[in-house]
């Protein structure tokens, strides 16, 4: 059973920082894609971020490109979301997710549906 348990969420002025972690068990963990996807109040969830197994290569919605950064600790079972030069925008709840089994660690992917195993969520404010 895979469990994925995020943290480092909080209150944050526009323009400042905060680093997300999310610490999986249950899985091998290099061996499956992450993600980071995150949903404000009447909106769908939407894709921030990818990474692939190894770590190797990682994509990022338009709107979080040159802001956040996405990156993996294989040793620690622990992908992170670094982000800076927060807007009042990003706000949310922002959820980790590992890849169905049988994917292609290899690539990346930003599709909710293609994510089987979702965290509790850790809520963001940015205040302006």
């Known amino acids: 059973q895979v469990q994925l348990v995020e943290s480092g969420g909080g209150l944050v002025q526009a323009g400042g920082s905060l680093r997300l972690s999310c610490a999986a068990s249950?899985?091998?963990?290099?061996?499956?894609?992450m993600g980071w996807f995150r949903q404000a109040p009447g909106k769908e969830r939407e894709f921030v971020a990818a990474?692939?197994?190894?770590?190797?290569?990682?994509d990022y919605a338009d709107s979080v490109k040159g802001r956040f950064a996405i990156f993996r600790d294989n040793a620690k079972n622990t992908v992170y979301l670094q982000m800076d030069s927060l807007k009042p925008e990003d706000t949310a709840v922002y959820y980790c997710?590992?890849?169905?089994?049988?994917?292609?660690?290899?690539?990346?992917?930003?599709?909710?549906?293609?994510?089987?195993?979702w965290g509790q969520g850790t809520q963001v404010t940015v205040s302006s």
């Open positions: 990474i692939t197994g190894s770590g190797g290569a990682a």
């Open positions: 249950g899985r091998t963990f290099s061996r499956y894609g």
């Open positions: 997710a590992m890849r169905n089994p049988g994917s292609r660690q290899w690539e990346t992917s930003s599709t909710v549906h293609e994510y089987d195993s």
